[in-house]
């Protein structure tokens, strides 16, 4: 069933699907006029995990789907039929039972139709390395499908509205940022450039959904998004995923009516070549005693926010790497207090193999009271070794909150003024920029640049020699520093001895 295609392609395993906070699993069914066909079905979870495991579990369990199957045989319930019935002509046993008897009104509509589906499956197995009790169960599924399809075709699911509802763009557009796991400020982005979207095709946000929701909008949209010529293929993706998104909305809402495939319509742009982009800017030591300054009261009442920022300041790491650390990535090793980056869960997510390192925490991080927080915070919160340091790192159905603390720091520089709008090459990467140009201004060799930061050496020489030890590393840490805001950092350290 699920063995690899015979396309060679790489879906070896069913792919989950979320739609409306639940995840689905996909199955093939049989084809009909040589085209393919799929049914998707629910895992009845919110949690990625669970579904992940659930999936596992079904996939690799020899019995399945007969042992489901086989439940749903026995939970049906029949009752007589006047005359012949629905037989298909054979002899065989079952075939003599349907001459007398037929599926009561009283199953369940949805169990005949999972015991229809798991029918169709059971089916494509290979019946060579089934049992003699599966091959029989197939068997009395084919005798009994013209029963199984007479039962539906006169049970018929609820009657739905002929004609399509009457719903205003804005309210759709308003369930969309409702269910998005987003800033308001980034909800706010989304609406406006939504908003310009429908307007250069001359539709406003009080007009009808459906005025929207068909290909030749959608079309007319990507066209104006695509002519934009001063815009970058990375802006140009933000404004076709904005609409898709707007577009899966609808679907999701009544897909009877919306359906997902409008989205087909969008074209493919590629992301902005690195060359084209502006490069990240180090943050200027005045801007830095900017946002760090105690009479600014974001990194108080985010007090992970600015633990973030410190990681990223004193070790160069990027965003993902900083936010999704674990109790267990803060140790003592060699007598020497760590903090680990490593790739060990689905969210966490290393840009190479030089990005996996062990780095030595500097004095003047030690000195601000980091390791004491996180121990501090682990004992309150009967914290697992594996629980994120900064929990708000996974949303609630277990995916990576990408715009978690880095959106909301960047819209708190913006404003105090440390930056001056979006595209002004200051953001969470040059916290990383800091830490390097530190580094080298210290003097400290590229080698062991590489094995603080996570940088792949340049030269063969840089990747043969990167090779150090944890007190060499911490030698050379000791070398730079932040000294300009020890005032700053006296204050942040009575002030973190209270965060929570």
Known sequence: MFEKCDA?????????????????????????????????ISLHTDNFFEAREKLR????DKNWPFDELRRLFNDLIFEQTSGQGVGTGNVGMLSRFQMQKRLSKRNKRENIEKLNLLGSIA????????????????????????????????????????????????????????????????????????????????ISLDDDYAKFHNADTVSAISKVVVDQADAKGDYKRKQLRYIKELATCGSNIDSDFYKISVINNLPNIEKTKKSEKKPHQPYSNEQLLEMFNPKHTYFKEHPDAFWVCMIALFTGARANSAITLQYDDVFEKDGIWCIQFIENHPIKHLKNEASER???????????????????????????GTDFIFPKCQTKSGTYNSRYTVRMVLNFLQKIGVKSGTKDSYDFHSFRKNASIAMQNAGIIATFINDIIGWEGKTTMEQSYSNHTLHQIKTEMSKFNYNFLSGHFAKWKEIMKKAK
């Open 8 to 40: 060679n392609c790489d879906a070896k395993l069913p792919h989950l699907w979320l739609r409306n906070n639940i995840f689905y699993y996909r199955v093939e069914l049989e084809r009909v006029g040589g085209k393919r066909r799929y049914k998707r």
């Open 57 to 60: 579990a079904m996939t690799t």
């Open 123 to 202: 089916m494509q197995s290979n019946q060579m390395n089934l049992s003699q009790e599966d091959r029989l169960l197939i068997k009395q599924f084919v005798e009994m499908r013209p029963m199984i399809e007479a039962f539906l075709a006169n049970q018929p699911t609820s009657s739905k509205p002929t004609s399509i509802p009457s719903r205003k763009i804005s309210e759709v557009l308003d369930m969309m940022l409702l269910k998005a796991n987003n800033c308001d400020d980034e909800k706010r982005r989304k609406k406006n450039t939504i908003t310009k979207l429908l307007q250069a095709v001359g």
């Open 358 to 384: 062990i780095v030595p925490i500097h004095p003047q991080l030690l000195d601000l009271g980091f390791v004491d927080y996180v121990k501090r915070r682990q004992t309150a919160l009967n914290a697992k």
